[in-house]
């Protein structure tokens, strides 16, 4: 079994982990473009070796876990490359923009869209993890358009890993992921700066600053790299959100400011069900 | 050594447990407007016995842990009720109006006003934690106006639980708390509806919603009925870093609609040093 894992980061590299696992006579080999990314990995055991693109003709799988911008422009090279049986899947979190890059090619058969609902706000080799997906949703798009026994072959593995399998338009993906993971990270990294533009003085945050403070802005270590790619690609979406975030933000300000605590008191309450929604993202893990 | 803690909840009730680990032999009793936080609190040992505020001038210790309103209104009659060597501390997450309602009493010098920043999103009597305030930072206002001796002992007790003591001005404490705290509240809350109106279909929250959202929403599981008397109290410094919050969020929707990628990857990579002050706060721990 022969894997090749184009961009040996967070994603890639736990996958490399898993399939190490599972498949111990596995060879899994690395394409970075950064080499730094791919010595680490080789330090770390996620990889066998380095290759290029050029070796893509004899590989059995090929993840290809890199910014979404990259993606699109990557994936109908690495279809031009493969062969008859290559499965090809990638893992952005962007999914129209990637489906529609390969809608045409005539390999598209041999591509699985996917989102695995996985990851930590940290990045690179280093960041790998076993068993990172372990109960956790991976979103399928277009399955239909993926020849049959490479769905098999694909889906036996994802759900080896442990995945949850869902099945999705890319267009309702996007949609839905606006809401739930994209808003969630403009949200934190906004919060992280008004904190900090407030605060010069650090030492102010470092002292004050409690775990409810530390949940809330946690995303906002992620990846720039990684994330502004997502924000153009599901840029309509992205501002559709931000701009109801915005209006129920304003709308919190303007009870505050008419001093209407009943209606404060009732939106918080309203919004506490997400306890159960949590509860239920608890007992899926 | 005898103490009465005011509200059974969260707070009090580890500090409770704290105390019942550092002084075996300290008798500790209840006050409750909820009967069955009482019965709650005696079942799981935080309390030895209910009591009321009749036997306020036999404590050694009252500790005041009720949402920040009702502290107002309880303190002065709780000092009025006190012995001459009674300490009494509250923990509310506002100080201003805490201090200002206690400043002319005979008894002011029995108080230290103080803001423990420990917790987690439950509330209640069974969300009580031993060891919850073991390396966190415990803000104390205005501490001059505290008697030596009272000052003296009641450091004692909250360096054995563990905590690390600051002290500020009651307006600056309001102040930086509103960024550091209260913001990442509103924050949550507002996530939480803006995605809960959204998914109408509560099952995809469920299944599309990842460790990310999780973390960043989890807020939003606080009670109503602490928070709305805190923002009540702190408005104006509420909404002003609600202005600068939403504003920062109107920027980075302006930028992604102008398609300027550069000046969001910008924005965030500047962000991202939130991670030095985020460690700061995990070495704290």
């Known amino acids: 079994m022969k894997v090749v894992?184009?961009?040996?980061?967070l994603i890639g590299g736990s996958i490399a982990l898993d399939i190490k696992r599972?498949?111990?006579n596995a060879e899994i080999a690395g394409i970075d473009n950064r080499e730094e990314h791919l010595d680490r990995a080789l330090e770390l055991g996620l990889i066998d070796c380095k290759t290029t693109v050029e070796t893509l003709n004899e590989a059995d799988w090929v993840i290809v876990s890199v910014p979404v911008n990259t993606a699109v422009k990557l994936l109908p090279e690495v279809l031009d490359r493969i062969g008859d049986q290559t499965i090809v899947m990638d893992v952005g979190s962007t999914k129209n923009p990637i489906?529609?890059?390969v809608q045409n090619h005539p390999k598209r058969r041999n591509f699985i869209?996917?989102?695995?609902?996985?990851?930590?706000e940290f990045s690179g080799p280093q960041a790998a993890v076993p068993g990172l997906f372990q109960d956790k949703t991976n979103i399928i798009c277009e399955v239909e358009k993926t020849a049959f026994l490479l769905q098999e072959k694909a889906l036996s593995l994802l759900v080896s890993m442990g995945m949850r399998i869902r099945y999705m338009e890319p267009k309702s993906h996007d949609r839905h992921i606006a809401y739930v993971s994209h808003l969630s990270h403009i949200s934190?990294?906004?919060?992280?700066?008004?904190?900090?533009?407030k605060e010069k003085n650090e030492r102010d945050i470092f002292d004050m600053a409690g775990s409810g403070f530390e949940s809330t802005v946690r995303l906002a270590k992620s990846s720039p790299a990684m994330w502004t790619p997502i924000f153009q690609q599901n840029k309509t979406q992205v501002v559709e959100t931000l701009e109801e975030y915005i209006a129920n933000l304003v709308h919190f300000k303007e009870l505050l400011q008419n001093d209407d605590y009943e209606a404060i008191f009732n939106e918080m309450e309203s919004v506490n069900k997400i306890r159960e929604i949590l509860n239920g993202i608890g007992i899926k893990k």
Chains 1, 2 share one sequence.
Do not use: D, N
């Not at 894992?5 to 980061?9: M, N, S, T, V």
């Not at 934190?188 to 533009?197: D, N, P, Q, S």
């Open 5 to 9: 894992i184009i961009g040996i980061g």
């Open 22 to 24: 599972l498949h111990p």
């Open 99 to 101: 489906c529609e890059a």
């Open 113 to 120: 869209a996917m989102h695995p609902i996985a990851g930590t």
């Open 188 to 197: 934190a990294f906004m919060l992280g700066k008004t904190v900090i533009e």
